[in-house]
């Protein structure tokens, strides 16, 4: 499976929903999400970035994955903190249904640059819901022109919003993160 795979599932799925749609984006979907964007601006009414945000063109996902790597183990719950993704929040009995619920990720969607070539994708009205990273650090970090948050400046049209929790807010957070997602699609 290849990134563009990604991209495509999501473009036939806007396609044959027939009118614009809130996208909602968590953590390295961001970059299907940004790509998504670019080909179809037409197709989407909002974007919801969760703990996520909107990438630059050639952003590569995950840069230092082996070229042999097939598939991109889920590492375990004790583990993700070390990764940067808290786990902040979550009990113990959503942790083991996390570990149960999780799947390997294709290698071949993680290493593959993103191709931009649509500006109109940075007026689609867009939402950051900071969650393990709050918001005015965000700002702070996309001012100061850190690459990962760079494309934040190019959003012409863009709401912050603190969920504050770790990387995972569909578990640690979910009702609130329900209740957030239902009010972003309600106002698009």
Request: aromatic share 6%; proline share 10%; net charge negative.
């Amino acid at each position: 499976m290849h990134f563009a795979d990604h991209v495509d599932f999501v473009v036939a799925n806007l396609e044959a929903f027939g009118e614009p749609a809130v996208l909602a984006a968590h953590s390295g979907s961001g970059a299907v999400a940004t790509a998504v964007s670019d080909r179809v601006p037409e197709l989407l009414a909002k974007i919801v970035y969760v703990d996520s945000g909107p990438c630059t063109d050639g952003t590569i996902p995950v840069p230092d994955l082996p070229a042999e790597a097939t598939e991109l183990p889920f590492p375990g719950v004790d583990a993700l903190p070390a990764t940067g993704a808290s786990v902040e929040g979550i009990s113990d009995q959503d942790k083991a249904r996390f570990e149960a619920l999780a799947v390997p990720h294709p290698a071949g969607a993680c290493r593959e640059p993103v191709e931009l070539h649509d500006p109109r994708r940075n007026a689609i009205p867009a939402t950051l819901v900071c969650c393990s990273i709050r918001s005015e650090q965000v700002r702070e970090l996309a001012a100061a022109g850190e690459p990962t948050f760079a494309a934040v400046n190019d959003l012409t049209d863009l709401t912050f919003i603190d969920l504050p929790t770790g990387h995972w807010p569909m578990f640690s957070r979910p009702d609130d993160l329900a209740e957030l997602l239902y009010r972003e699609a309600a106002d698009a």
